[in-house]
T-cell receptor, first 112, second 114 residues
Framework: KQEVTQIPAALSVPEGENLVLNCSFT??????LQWFRQDPGKGLTSLLL?????REQTSGRLNASLDKSSGRSTLYIAASQPGDSATYLC???????????FGAGTQVVVTP | DGGITQSPKYLFRKEGQNVTLSCEQN?????MYWYRQDPGQGLRLIYY???????QKGDIAEGYSVSREKKESFPLTVTSAQKNPTAFYLC?????????????FGEGSRLTVL
């Protein structure tokens, strides 16, 4: 069974520092990998989706890489801001039905 | 604006009662999903539906039921058989099959059993 792990569980950085969030998965047979942001008590907002044939995706200050062979993805957030404080979750799509397996998330706090 | 609407946002239930959570989308997506989120854990899939009048059990379907009579709607019923129903419930949809498969979420419904 696919397992998704996110380490660390929590992270605190000063404003302006770059954020590096890690996601690992046990089965490399994935359709895609998605990164989400969740604010307290809210739903999830999609940040980036990387198809299995891609190596990375970029959107503004966000960049996500995917290495299927090693079962890893990394989300980079450049020049962090207090507004980036949230929980970040990664999820891998494991079959053609669109079912996602989620990690437990990394809680990020950016201090002014 | 296009999106997913979940209601109610907060719900309290007495033990032994069934409750139904509403999920409506106007994104014209075929696929819809229900997830459960518990503190410190990732989301777990309850049920999913790829098309009207069809749905499949996810990883934790016991004690839950769904229907998909309309493309826009995918309500979830939490029955009295669900042993630990207090959780945050999230509905999602995607254009899987016609697009990238990106998942869009509603704002969630928090259920508390008294």
């Amino acid at each position: 069974k696919q397992e998704v792990t996110q380490i660390p569980a929590a992270l605190s950085v000063p404003e302006g520092e770059n954020l590096v969030l890690n996601c690992s998965f046990t089965d490399s047979a994935i359709y895609n990998l998605q990164w989400f942001r969740q604010d307290p008590g809210k739903g999830l907002t999609s940040l980036l989706l990387i198809q299995s044939s891609q190596r990375e995706q970029t959107s503004g200050r966000l960049n996500a890489s995917l290495d299927k062979s090693s079962g890893r993805s990394t989300l980079y957030i450049a020049a962090s801001q207090p507004g980036d404080s949230a929980t970040y979750l990664c999820a891998v799509e494991t079959d053609s039905w669109g079912k996602l397996q989620f990690g437990a998330g990394t809680q990020v706090v950016v201090t002014p | 604006d296009g999106g997913i609407t979940q209601s109610p946002k907060y719900l309290f239930r007495k033990e032994g009662q069934n409750v139904t959570l509403s999920c409506e989308q106007n994104l014209n997506h075929d696929a819809m999903y229900w997830y459960r989120q518990d503190p410190g854990q990732g989301l777990r899939l309850i049920y999913y539906s790829q098309i009207v009048n069809d749905f499949q059990k996810g990883d934790i379907a016991e004690g839950y039921s769904v229907s998909r009579e309309k493309k826009e709607s995918f309500p979830l019923t939490v029955t009295s058989a669900q042993k630990n129903p207090t959780a945050f419930y999230l509905c999602a949809s995607s254009d899987r099959g016609r697009g990238t498969g990106e998942l869009f979420f509603g704002e969630g419904s928090r259920l508390t059993v008294l």
